[in-house]
């Protein structure tokens, strides 16, 4: 049958496994482990200090902005990989075709 912006029409049960093999869900999953481990280096070895001074200081050529900006990318990408796995687990149960689109164009909106 037909479908509306890449899922099949509204209802139906849902088929965990069946999810879990779509590429898009397998690609959410890969890429908020990578966001995760961008935001544990950072915050685990994104700082030091030097022997004299205890003070800490951004491995990124001592720019603290270096070291917030790496940090503030991989908690947003964080969220949008959890808010975007949740609006697939989701979708299949939205029946309005217009809600749909909004979120396909939010999503390759936010991934551009």
């Given at each position: 049958?037909g479908?509306?912006?890449g899922a099949?029409?509204?209802?139906?049960t849902?088929d965990?496994?069946?999810?879990v093999q779509?590429?898009q869900?397998l690609?959410?999953?890969?890429?908020a482990?990578?966001a995760?481990?961008?935001?544990a280096?950072?915050v685990g070895?994104g700082?030091?200090s030097?022997?004299?001074?205890?003070?800490?200081f951004?491995?990124?050529?001592?720019?603290?902005?270096?070291?917030?900006?790496g940090i503030?990318?991989?908690?947003?990408?964080?969220?949008?990989?959890?808010?975007?796995f949740?609006?697939?687990?989701?979708?299949?149960?939205?029946s309005n075709t217009?809600?749909?689109?909004?979120?396909?164009l939010?999503?390759?909106?936010f991934s551009?």
């Amino acid at each position: 049958g037909g479908g509306a912006y890449g899922a099949a029409k509204a209802g139906g049960t849902f088929d965990l496994v069946r999810f879990v093999q779509q590429p898009q869900v397998l690609a959410r999953i890969v890429s908020a482990v990578f966001a995760l481990i961008v935001f544990a280096c950072l915050v685990g070895d994104g700082y030091t200090s030097g022997a004299e001074d205890p003070q800490l200081f951004c491995v990124f050529n001592h720019n603290e902005d270096a070291c917030r900006y790496g940090i503030g990318i991989g908690v947003l990408a964080f969220l949008a990989c959890i808010f975007f796995f949740m609006v697939d687990v989701y979708f299949p149960q939205i029946s309005n075709t217009t809600d749909r689109k909004y979120l396909v164009l939010a999503d390759l909106g936010f991934s551009g």
